[in-house]
Structures are given as C-alpha cells and as structure tokens.
C-alpha cells in the first residue's frame, strides 16, 4: 500500500487534518522518537494510508522534518497543509494552491539589502489538477457545506506563488511588507514553511509533492482575526479541501509510479529549477537555446522545452539525451528507478 504524507506547521492545522481520519495511531521514530499520527481515508472503497506529521514554524524546521519523514516512509504523495497570510486578491478562509514558493530572506545587505532569492515549485501535475479540482461540482458542493458567514460567503480558490520566510508579517506598515511587496508583487500569501518543504522535496523528483494554505488573516488586523478563530476555520478549510482533493485525484493503494514522460518533467523542474542553463543541462544534451523563451520562470522553460523535445525539436536533444545528462549531475538519485528507461 503506498503512502501519503501530509505536513503541517502548527498543532491545530494537525487536529483539522487528523479529524478527517479513521483508526489513528500514534507512532514514533524509531531514531529520533518524533511522533506521528497515522490512520485511514476511504476514497471510493480503497483505504489509502496517510501519515501526518508536524514541523513546527521556520523554513529551517520544515526542511529538516520533511527530509526525515521522506526518508522513513518513502511516500509516493507529500502535502504541506495550514494557514498563511494574505497579500493580494484572497480574503479568511480562500485557498492558495502553492504552484511555486519565493524565498525572500535570501541577499546580500550592503546600504540597500540587495535580495538573491531562492525558488521552489510544486509538482507541475498535481498544482494542475488542483486547479481544475477547485472549478468542480465536487468542491463546490464540499465548500458550501463548510463555508463560515462569519468570515465569507464564499471560499475562493486561487493558484499562485506564495512567499516564505521566517517573520511574521503583521503590519502592511513594516518594511518587511513594503519590501514583499515591491520584490514580490504577484505573491498570494505569505508563510514560514513552504520553501523549506519544497527544497527538501526538490531532492525527491519522483515524490509528487503540494502546498495547499488556508487564508487565517490578511497582515493588518491579524491578532483581531486570530481572536475570531480565523486560524481554526482556515485550516479546516485546507484541510477540507485536500482530502477532496485525493478523493478527486482517485488514488489508488498501488500508487507508486509515474510514467516516464511524466517522471521527467516531474525530476528537472526540481532538480533544475532555474531552468535550461541551470548547471548547462540543456546545452550538454544537444538543445539549442535559442529555440526557447528564456525571460520566464524555470518551470515555464521546462514546459516549453519538454514540449519541443516531445514533438521531435529543440536541436540535437531527445528524452534520452536529457536523462543521460542528469544522471551525470545526480548519479545518487534513486529517482530514475521510476523511469521507464
């Protein structure tokens, strides 16, 4: 039966997760005594296993305990679940799917702090199918059920870049917010996690791996609203939404692989998140640079130069070619043992 993991931050996003199990038990680390929960969710008839962990807050924390539950479960899905704050379009209670994650903290300070920021993305399939999730009678008749009048009438569903470090934002005021938001106009929310998360996963391609974050206040007001119980309602939200979400996804207990078209794009987006010249890749495997966009983000690139390569383009380049080169960088990577190769 495989796996799936779900991550949260805080104690009461845990609770919201763990309430939509059945047959919970506590089961330590045979090494480090850290505790999780795990129990079943019946999504037509089958019982898939989850497991559920909590990282405590900062992107450092969050890196440390994914790589660790990675390791000892091996799960074929990871999800990091809980709230964030909001910085454009969403209200308490929305959901952002994390397509990708902007780590601001990063820089060089010299009289201005110069920002050097570090990117991680989510798997480019399950973002997707998240999304066409969230436009279907199947969610919408779930969000009704749970929607708050106290905080909205309806829960909204956005797709977006989420923005991560380890302060909380709490005033629009602050210089943190004003540097957020003219560096990092287009986030959704922001939070303390995501990249850490999503950096330990880079390292695990064939994992499929997804934030999903609950909107519990928008910076300013952030105290009244967490004296609301805005905190609790916007987990219940997230997690309400995931398991709808694996119950759309029709997981299987057998999941454990991906096809090998899939596997691919799946592996270079995280092991190459800056794109065709990140480490040289595409041009070490015959591509030619010239054929693709490069003002985009690394998993645009990626989008448009598999999409080539699949219909016969891109330069002297083929799958082939592409895994050869990889398997150079990362000789280590047990990832490849999930390609049909």
């Avoid at 060089?108 to 993305?121: D, G, N, T």
């Avoid at 957020?180 to 996963?201: D, P, Q, R, Y």
């Avoid at 490069?294 to 999409?307: D, H, M, P, Y």
């Amino acid at each position: 039966m495989s796996t799936i993991v779900i991550l949260t931050a805080l104690a009461l996003e845990q609770e919201a997760i763990v309430a939509e199990l059945s047959h919970v038990q506590i089961y330590e680390h045979p090494v480090t005594g850290t505790p999780y929960e795990f129990g079943n969710f019946n999504t037509d008839g089958s019982l898939l296993k989850i497991v559920v962990g909590r990282t405590n807050q900062t992107n450092a924390n969050a890196a440390i305990e994914t790589e660790r539950i990675i390791q000892h479960f091996k799960p074929s899905h990871i999800f990091f679940v809980g709230v964030a704050g909001g910085l454009k379009d969403v209200k308490i209670g929305d959901i952002v799917i994390g397509a990708d994650v902007f780590g601001y903290e990063r820089g060089k300070e010299s009289e201005i702090f110069l920002s050097r920021p570090k990117f991680a993305f989510s798997s480019y399939d399950l973002e997707m199918k998240a999304v066409d999730y969230s436009n279907s009678d199947m969610w919408r008749s779930r969000a009704l059920a749970i929607v708050n009048p106290l905080f909205q009438d309806k829960i909204e569903v956005f797709s977006g870049t989420i923005a991560s470090g380890d302060k909380v934002v709490s005033s629009t005021n602050s210089n943190l917010y004003k540097f957020i938001k003219t560096n990092i106009s287009h986030a959704l929310a922001v939070e303390m996690e995501g990249l850490g998360f999503l950096e330990a996963c880079r390292h695990y391609p064939s994992i499929k791996s997804l934030i999903i974050r609950g909107i519990s206040d928008l910076v300013d007001g952030k105290e009244h609203a967490d004296n609301t119980g805005s905190q609790q309602y916007a987990s219940k939200t997230a997690a309400e939404f995931l398991f709808g979400y694996i119950e759309y996804l029709g997981l299987k207990p057998d999941t454990n692989s991906v096809s090998k078209k899939n596997a691919i794009f799946e592996i270079i987006t995280k092991l190459y998140p800056e794109g065709l010249k990140d480490k040289g890749l595409w041009l070490r495997a015959g591509g030619d640079l010239s054929l693709v966009q490069l003002n985009t983000s690394g998993k645009t690139q990626w989008i448009e130069a598999l999409r080539l390569v699949e219909n016969g383009g891109g330069g002297n380049i083929d799958f082939d070619s592409i895994i050869k080169e990889m398997k150079i960088d990362y000789p280590k990577n047990k990832s490849w043992e999930f390609m049909l190769l």
